[in-house]
Structures are given as C-alpha cells and as structure tokens.
C-alpha cells in the first residue's frame, strides 16, 4: 500500500488583507448596490455623521475644494481610495486566488455548494478501512495479531518520515 503525497504553497492572505478587502465590498454596496451606478450618488450624505467612509468622503470633497462639485468626481475619487486601500500589495487578487485554489483543491467539483471533496471529508474512514484490510490480510497468512501491528507500525512510520 503506498501513500501519494500532495503539496501545495500559496501565499495565504492575512486578516487584515480580508478587512480591507471587505471594507472596499461594503462601501461599494452601499454606494452602488440595487441602482444603477450614477442614480442617487448623494445618498452617502445621508450616511451615519460618525460613518469613516462620511467622513473620507467629506475630505474628498474639501480637497476638490468645491461643495458643490459634481458629485460623481466625488464618489468617484472615493472608490479609487477605497480600491487603493483595498488592493494594497495586491490583496484582492491573493484573496480570489486564496479562495480558487481552495475550492478547486479541497472541494467536491460535482456540488454546486462548498463541501469537501470526498476524499478529504472521508479520510479517516478510508483510512481505517486500509487498515482493516491490512490486518485482514495479515490473519489470512497466518500472523499473529502483534506481527500485523509491528508491520502496520512500520509502514505508518515510514509513511511519515517520508512526508518530512
């Protein structure tokens, strides 16, 4: 019985790349979600006045130097801030590359919904009955019981220093 090893290294994003990233998503819905993009782009002055993204968006239009500027410049300076942060050291592409490669390593292809694939949720039960038959076949040559668990021992432990 031989064991096949798989490897695989990716860079994993830290939490503080999935904060950015998420606050980018939020304020993107909320400017953007369930209108089309230039309908109702004053709706952030009605946001809560303690709101971070408000206050950004305030700033913005302090910097523009003009109130009453056109506020799609405004919203628009705002989601290139927004992406910059979001995007730093390139966080949204190791975040989506994080996630595919997951999926496509560790997820059942066949599902439409996020379940391992059936060698990993299955596992340990396969496993066991790799052992079983290793131990099955031991007693059908006649060994001892503590024959089949020195061999099964030293396969394991072989399996192992392999791995290292």
């Given at each position: ?49 303690g709101d971070p993204d408000r ?14 500027s056109d506020n799609r410049l ?45 060698s990993i949720m299955y596992a ?41």
């Amino acid at each position: 019985m031989t064991v096949t090893k798989h490897k695989l290294t990716v860079c994993k994003a830290k939490p503080e790349e999935f904060k950015r990233v998420r606050g980018f998503v939020n304020a993107m819905e909320n400017l953007l979600d369930t209108r089309g993009f230039f309908d109702a782009e004053e709706d952030w002055k009605d946001w809560p006045k303690g709101d971070p993204d408000r206050k950004l968006m305030n700033k913005i239009v302090k910097e523009l130097d003009n109130e009453a500027s056109d506020n799609r410049l405004v919203v628009y300076e705002f989601m290139k801030r927004k992406f910059k942060e979001a995007n730093y050291g390139g966080s949204i592409g190791r975040i989506l590359f994080n996630c595919e490669t997951l999926i496509h390593n560790c997820c059942d292809p066949k599902l439409d919904y996020l379940e391992f694939k059936p060698s990993i949720m299955y596992a340990q039960r396969d496993a066991l009955l790799k052992v079983q038959k290793q131990i099955l076949s031991g007693e059908k040559r006649g060994r001892s019981a503590e024959s089949i668990l020195n061999s099964l021992k030293k396969w394991i432990d072989k399996q192992i220093s392999e791995d290292d």
